[in-house]
């Protein structure tokens, strides 16, 4: 298959945002803080966008931008009361009491065979802050190398995932989620996420053995975040799929949205910090 225009676009745009994400992860501090809290509130407006088009729940979206936007101050900026905390947990329940009281309300509102309101709205509110804010929050509690481990699988497994689909994909993954993808992509971004990861981790990290069985371990991790990757696209083209969008939105050239560029990370965030991290350590 040939590549023209749009994949020119694509991996200008693409080089772009890894160099400002590099730049951002090297800094640290304030800057990655401020660079993953713009990805993850413009991924919730794209999220919201889907699901609400145009200025429907324009209160909810608020709310919900506003709990996503203190999700990323630390907890002295927001709370300087060294007797409490306004962590990211109590943030979620503070959005769940909102979510709740707005169905309530909406509930008993009007007289008593008025349609009844959708639990599915508030539940939207809530899951799209967990979905995307909550989630790329976690890039924030773990070390440099960590964060390019993470960062290298995904590119690693979306870019062989894109080539091998492109050049070899005869055989469809799961076309009713997503009709271009293809198992020989899949199977390309598995082999190079498990190859990029295994090497960089073992000599950049540093295997917890020190042998080959360390080796082994952060190549393990290398698939299961692969995996997670791919299961977030798919995810992803689900949504598009039942909102009947083609795009998140248009705001990267050749790549569709800040959702469409995420929905691998958000998913492999969690992976590695409550799964493959733990696993690593095993070896």
């Not at 309530?104 to 995307?132: C, E, H, I, M, T």
């Not at 690693?156 to 198992?183: C, E, I, Q, R």
């Amino acid at each position: 298959m040939s590549l023209g225009f749009s994949h020119i676009q694509r991996v200008i745009s693409g080089a772009v945002m890894l160099a400002a994400l590099g730049a951002c992860l090297y800094l640290g501090g304030w800057p990655l803080r401020i660079f993953m809290g713009l990805a993850g509130l413009l991924s919730l407006w794209e999220f919201y966008q889907m699901c609400w088009p145009g200025r429907q729940h324009l209160l909810d979206k608020g709310v919900g931008f506003a709990c996503g936007l203190l999700l990323f101050l630390p907890p002295q900026f927001v709370c300087s009361d060294g007797g409490f905390t306004l962590d990211g947990f109590l943030i979620l329940h503070a959005l769940f009491l909102y979510a709740a009281i707005r169905f309530l309300a909406s509930y008993g509102r009007g007289k008593l065979d008025a349609p009844k309101p959708n639990l599915g709205d508030q539940a939207l509110l809530l899951f799209g802050v967990v979905y995307l804010p909550f989630s790329l929050r976690l890039a924030l509690e773990i070390g440099l190398l960590h964060q390019l481990a993470v960062l290298l699988a995904v590119v690693a497994s979306d870019t062989g995932a894109y080539y091998a689909g492109n050049f070899f994909g005869k055989h469809k993954v799961w076309p009713k989620v997503s009709p271009n993808k293809s198992l020989e992509g899949a199977l390309g971004g598995l082999l190079g996420s498990t190859a990029l990861l295994g090497l960089f981790g073992f000599f950049a990290i540093g295997a917890p053995s020190g042998s080959v069985l360390g080796l082994a371990g952060w190549a393990l991790a290398g698939l299961l975040l692969s995996l997670a990757s791919q299961l977030g696209d798919f995810f992803e083209s689900a949504i598009k799929r039942h909102y009947g969008v083609k795009d998140s939105s248009r705001l990267i050239p050749g790549h569709g949205g800040v959702l469409d560029r995420l929905d691998s990370l958000v998913f492999a965030l969690p992976v590695y910090v409550f799964i493959c991290l733990p696993l690593l350590a095993w070896f």
